[in-house]
């Protein structure tokens, strides 16, 4: 079968512009915040108070549970133009942070998020969406969720015809607890008028 040159011309263009309209950005998941025990560490239930020894591992941890590795998590980064998710890790056991996101062997530092235009360099926010249950952070079988507030971040990367920018972490955030997950209010409703029908029916 013979194709014109000029089709083929035409469809490598579409190719290139595709390709090329798909930048990233870059940010490092891989450190909790041993130098703010305020920050970068999630718990079950209760907020609770902790400090960092010599070695920068967690110690004098009072009144809550460090989250464990049946918490999941993901970043949702959000900037002008639009919004973007980072994969999924699981948390570091030992820590509550994000010390082992991840596979330890393997793991790929800084991650990379890819999106429709070159952020690297720019200003934006992240927050950390924590569950446990389910495979996303709306799953409707995870039995606690919570995000975190948004937080300032500077996106890394390589801005077109500038120097690179080296890899925000993300572990500023401020601490906070997964809780038990609260039911959307369409799924209350709906339970809700189910429940009024059977009782209904068992008067009838």
């Known amino acids: 079968m013979k194709i014109k ?4 011309i035409a469809l490598s263009a579409i190719c290139l512009t595709a390709t090329s309209a798909l930048a990233s950005f870059t940010y490092d998941p891989t450190t909790y915040n041993s130098a703010d025990a305020t920050k970068g560490v999630i718990w079950f239930d209760t907020v609770g108070t ?3 020894d010599g070695n920068g591992n967690p110690a004098n941890i009072t009144g809550g549970t ?4 049946t918490v999941q998590v993901d970043f949702l980064f959000t900037f002008s133009g639009g919004t973007a998710r980072s994969i999924v890790y699981t948390l570091d056991a030992a820590s509550g942070g994000i010390s082992a996101f991840g596979t330890v062997s ?3 530092s800084p991650e990379t998020v890819a999106t429709a235009n070159n952020l690297a360099g720019l200003s934006g926010t992240y927050q950390v969406e924590a ?4 495979a996303s952070y709306g799953d409707p079988l995870n039995t606690k969720s919570r995000i975190s507030a948004a937080t300032a971040i500077t996106f890394g990367g390589t801005p077109t015809g500038q120097l690179p920018v080296l890899p925000s972490p993300v572990n500023n955030f401020a601490n906070f607890a ?3 997950a609260v039911p959307e209010p369409t799924t209350l409703a709906l ?3 189910g429940a009024a029908g ?3 029916r068992r008067r009838k």
Do not use: D
């Open 50 to 52: 902790m400090s960092y």
């Open 191 to 193: 339970g809700l008028f």
């Open 5 to 8: 040159t000029s089709a083929l």
């Open 66 to 69: 460090l989250g464990n590795s």
């Open 178 to 180: 997964v809780t038990a």
């Open 198 to 200: 059977l009782l209904i």
């Open 106 to 108: 393997g793991r790929i």
């Open 131 to 134: 569950w446990v249950g389910g």
